[in-house]
């Protein structure tokens, strides 16, 4: 069975957020999705559009949340606790957050975005140009490097895919180097 068709007898063929049934595509969670079912919902074109871009959002189409935030599928209730946290200026988002519960882990993958803060508390990742580096990026070595701890080095030119950032520090991220995860400071790495 693909993935669509399971998300579609999982959802009854509506949006898993609005209950929308026109136009409904598979959302992969981000930022680092697990894919399959548990890291995807099927959603509508309006609600991935306003997900994707905050600036378009309209406060009044995500009151549906209020239903949707008790869906059984962790990656259903992380969407709605990120688009919750983004509407906390309105005192109807801040009621619903209140009131809602993740597990532990689910509030791990919820925060990973880190739309729940505000811009201010945000942690930005940037390469030695100055481009934001996001979860899964694909980065390239600009210098060698000494792996430390061990005889490793890793040198200028080597790739580094699917990134992951480390949420209390900005200059550094976490990748896969000859089949080993090291920590590599920011500076030393470029954008692909």
């Known amino acids: 069975m693909s993935l669509l068709q399971e998300l579609q007898d999982r959802s009854g063929n509506q949006c898993e957020l609005c209950a929308s049934t026109k136009n409904l595509r598979i959302y992969e969670v981000p930022p680092i999705s697990t894919g399959g079912v548990d890291g995807s919902i099927l959603?509508?074109?309006h609600c991935i559009e306003q997900i994707n871009n905050?600036?378009?959002v309209d406060s009044n189409h995500w009151r549906c949340l209020n239903d949707s935030m008790w869906s059984e599928f962790s990656a259903v209730k992380v969407v709605a606790w990120r688009m919750l946290h983004r509407l906390k200026k309105d005192g109807w988002s801040q009621d619903?957050?209140?009131?809602?519960?993740?597990e532990p882990e689910e509030l791990?993958?919820?925060q990973a975005s880190g739309d729940h803060l505000d811009?201010?508390?945000k942690i930005i990742h940037r390469d030695s140009n100055g481009a934001i580096l996001q979860a899964g990026d694909n980065v390239v070595l600009i210098k060698d490097l000494k792996v430390k701890g061990s005889s490793m080095?890793?040198?200028?030119?080597t790739a580094v895919r699917r990134i992951s950032l480390d949420q209390e520090n900005a200059e550094y991220i976490e990748g896969?180097?000859?089949g080993q995860n090291i920590v590599i400071v920011?500076?030393?790495?470029k954008k692909l």
């Open 43 to 45: 959603a509508c074109d």
């Open 54 to 56: 905050p600036e378009t």
């Open 96 to 102: 619903l957050l209140d009131m809602m519960y993740l």
């Open 108 to 110: 791990n993958f919820a």
């Open 119 to 121: 811009e201010s508390e």
């Open 153 to 157: 080095v890793c040198k200028q030119g």
């Open 176 to 178: 896969k180097v000859d």
């Open 186 to 189: 920011t500076k030393y790495v």
